[in-house]
């Protein structure tokens, strides 16, 4: 069982937006702005899509976007495309112990 | 741009220890700044942090794993390693080697991958 809970699949059509929750505990997600997403196409490396809730790494489409509210984060997917079909992970800080959390992962189908 | 490569073997008997090493080209691991760590993903299911190691040696480990786990680095040849002792087949895995900057907790390189099979 993953410390972060993601819904285990989302969809949507190309054009439309998809939101891709991550839900902690004030231990991790809510006490600190050190969430990042990462995506992972079959047999890949996963790559850093967002890191700080809400920044993107030079090189990623401002189509991807992320938040934060109390316990849960939040990606945001505008504007699908078919590659963006893929696996989608979060991970937070987790304090000084347990350190870094992931979450389960997202499968995200584009129609 | 920084290039990371896992390399060790692919099967590994029950109770014996699971070697790896990255290795890191590209940039400089006793230039500081990075923690050098190693991520697992079981077959199907999602990612594992293990831990990380700064230049200097310092270790930070996966309170879930600390008891099996060593993290090592080798300046000399810009390579880290991972240790996991005790291996079961729950340990089968791809295991990633990935760059987290100092104070930022996100990974921004990541090796390619390596599959480890724990069997007899």
């Known amino acids: 069982q993953s410390a972060l809970t993601q819904p285990r699949s989302v969809s949507g059509s190309p054009g439309q937006s998809v939101t891709i929750s991550c839900t902690g505990t004030?231990?991790?997600?809510?006490?600190?702005?050190?969430v990042s997403w990462y995506q992972q196409h079959p047999g890949k490396a996963p790559k850093l899509m967002i890191y700080?809730?809400?920044k993107r790494p030079s090189g990623v489409p401002d189509r991807f976007s992320g938040s934060k509210s109390g316990n849960t984060a939040s990606l945001t997917i505008s504007g699908l495309q078919a590659e963006d079909e893929a696996d989608y992970y979060c991970?937070?800080?987790?304090?000084?112990?347990?350190?870094?959390?992931f979450g389960g992962g997202t499968k995200l189908t584009v129609l | 741009q920084v290039q990371l490569q896992e390399s060790g073997p692919g099967l590994v008997k029950p109770s014996q220890t699971l070697s790896l090493t990255c290795t890191v080209s590209?940039?400089?691991?006793?230039?500081?700044?990075?923690?050098w760590s190693w991520i697992r993903q079981h077959p199907g299911k999602g990612l594992e942090w293990i831990g990380y190691?700064?230049?200097?040696?310092?270790?930070y480990y996966n309170p879930s794993l600390k008891s099996r786990v060593t993290i090592s680095v080798d300046t000399s040849k810009n390579q880290f390693s991972l240790k996991l002792s005790s291996v079961t087949a729950a340990d089968t895995a791809v295991y990633y080697c990935?760059?987290?900057?100092?104070?930022?907790?996100?990974?921004?390189?990541w090796g390619q991958g390596t599959l480890v099979t724990v069997s007899s």
């Open positions: 590209g940039g400089s691991i006793s230039s500081g700044g990075y923690y």
């Open positions: 991970c937070s800080y987790a304090g000084s112990y347990t350190l870094e959390v």
């Open positions: 004030s231990s991790d997600v809510g006490g600190y702005n050190y």
């Open positions: 990935a760059r987290e900057s100092y104070g930022l907790y996100y990974f921004d390189y």
């Open positions: 700080d809730v809400s």
């Open positions: 190691i700064y230049y200097s040696g310092s270790t």
